[in-house]
């Protein structure tokens, strides 16, 4: 199946910095999604990007599916982004799961 | 007006007993999932649904057992529980499966925290 990497796997953020994380995968995809799980456990969709750039307030994501890479940047972070940031793919061809990676922990101090 | 809904949130019990997990949503999607997330916070599908019908079943132990009775519903009974067992168990639900666009994005319950002892 479909391998899913995301770096770093632990940050460590100033409030206010800026921060990228990256979600490598091993095989082409038609759905790409990233996800934020808060310190109480709430899982949240942020972003729908099988492709190209989408931005939302502080935070954007840009998909190159060509490279099979996707990037999660968040500006000026504040101590509420805190938790696991987690993409999940589901490979092109076929009926395929979604696969979700192994979650980036951020934590943004005051 | 909660999106996905999990009952109960915690659950504590012995090994081997028989459990239910419910979950509902109110959002009028077609496709609904059951994720477990083990203590390293790592994320696997266990089944998906697609309007009540079973599509993606992963290699989950036969004691697990998903139930639809309707679209808005779907439920996991799990037999003779494990140790192993012990993880927190999303629900979540799409508007689709499997087509373009955002219809697939995902929108998950609260979870349902499972402690076998």
């Known amino acids: 199946g479909i391998q899913v990497e995301q770096s770093p796997p632990d940050l460590i953020l100033q409030e206010g910095a800026n921060s990228t994380l990256r979600c490598n995968f091993s095989?082409?995809?038609?759905?790409l999604q990233w996800f934020h799980q808060n310190p109480w456990g709430q899982l949240i969709n942020l972003f729908y990007?099988?492709?190209g750039t989408k931005q939302n307030g502080r935070l954007s994501a840009t998909t190159v599916a060509t490279e099979r890479y996707s990037l999660l940047y968040i500006s000026s972070s504040q101590t509420t982004d805190s938790g696991v940031y987690f993409c999940?793919?589901?490979?092109?061809?076929?009926?395929?799961?979604?696969?979700f990676g192994t979650g980036t922990k951020l934590q943004v101090i005051p | 007006d909660t999106a996905v809904s999990q009952t109960p949130k915690y659950l504590v019990t012995q090994m081997g007993n028989d459990k239910s997990i419910k979950c509902e949503q109110n959002l009028g999607h077609d496709t609904m999932y059951w994720y477990k997330q083990d203590s390293k916070k790592f994320l696997k599908i266990m089944f998906s649904y697609n309007n009540k019908e079973l599509i993606i079943n992963e290699t989950v132990p036969n004691r697990f057992s998903p139930k639809s009775p309707d679209k808005a519903h779907l439920n996991l009974h799990i037999n003779s529980l494990e140790l192993g067992d012990s993880a927190v168990y999303f629900c979540a639900s799409s508007q689709r499966l499997m087509t373009s666009g955002d219809q697939e994005t995902q929108y998950f319950g609260p979870g349902t925290r499972l402690l076998v002892l």
């Open positions: 999940a793919v589901r490979g092109s061809g076929g009926y395929q799961k979604v696969t």
């Open positions: 095989d082409s995809v038609n759905n």
């Open positions: 990007i099988p492709s």
